[in-house]
């Protein structure tokens, strides 16, 4: 079955590192994969999306790699804050607009 | 203006009960969606509607009764609640249901069922 995993539930890092987030899946070659992030008692909010023919895609801080031959997804946050400490989740989209969620990774930045 | 908008927020009912969850989106989206959070924080696709005509229907214990009366309105009706329906319920929408299409959720439903 299709199965998508991010490893490492909890991911601690200190402020102005670059936060690392992996996203692995098997048994599926996604057309577009899906960033989101989720705060404590709130819904996913979108941040990236990249398609299969990208190897990159960025957007202010943020970047997400996408490699088909491994694949894996690899989403960067560059000169981390406190204020992006939240709970990624990395998505693959199917029929209908489907999305199949990771398991989340849980990013706390410390001063 | 809150884009995707569910009601309530919290609902703690007893086992047996009948509980219905609204949703609302404002953004002229043509699909509705709805997924749960289940305690482990894992998040999956129940439903979705597109132009009130529904398109996924995952494996869900049929007490769950999504019902769409207008495309930008989708209520979860569930039946004969049980202990293992607690969880979150997000509401979601996209402007279609091309694969790939951004989501935007609501702020979720934490259903308890005592």
């Known amino acids: 079955s299709q199965k998508i995993e991010q490893n490492s539930e909890a991911l601690n890092i200190q402020e102005g590192k670059t936060a690392t987030l992996t996203c692995n899946y098997t048994?599926?070659?996604?057309?577009?994969l899906q960033w989101y992030r989720q705060d404590p008692g709130r819904g996913p909010v979108f941040l990236l999306l990249?398609?299969?023919?990208?190897k990159e895609k960025r957007k202010e801080r943020l970047k997400v790699t996408f490699d088909t031959t491994l694949k894996q997804s690899l989403f960067h946050i560059t000169a981390s804050q406190p204020a992006d400490s939240a709970t990624y989740l990395c998505?693959?989209?199917?029929?209908?607009?489907?999305?199949?969620f990771g398991t989340g990774t849980q990013l706390k930045v410390e001063l | 203006d809150t884009a995707v908008s569910q009601t309530p927020k919290y609902l703690v009912t007893q086992m047996g009960n009948d509980k219905s969850i609204k949703c609302e989106q404002n953004?002229?989206?043509?699909?509705m969606y709805w997924y749960k959070q289940d305690s482990k924080k894992f998040l999956k696709i129940m439903f979705s509607?597109?132009?009130?005509?529904?398109?996924i229907n995952e494996t869900v214990p049929n007490r769950f009764s999504p019902k769409s009366p207008d495309k930008a309105h989708l209520n979860l009706h569930i039946n004969s609640l049980e202990l293992g329906d607690s969880a979150v319920y997000f509401c979601?929408?996209?402007?279609?249901?091309?694969?790939?299409?951004?989501?935007?959720f609501g702020q979720g439903t934490r259903l308890t069922v005592v």
């Open positions: 509607y597109n132009n009130k005509e529904l398109i």
């Open positions: 990249i398609r299969e023919n990208e």
């Open positions: 953004l002229g989206h043509d699909t």
């Open positions: 048994n599926y070659s996604p057309a577009y």
């Open positions: 979601a929408s996209s402007q279609d249901r091309v694969a790939g299409t951004e989501a935007f």
């Open positions: 998505a693959f989209t199917g029929g209908g607009n489907k999305l199949t």
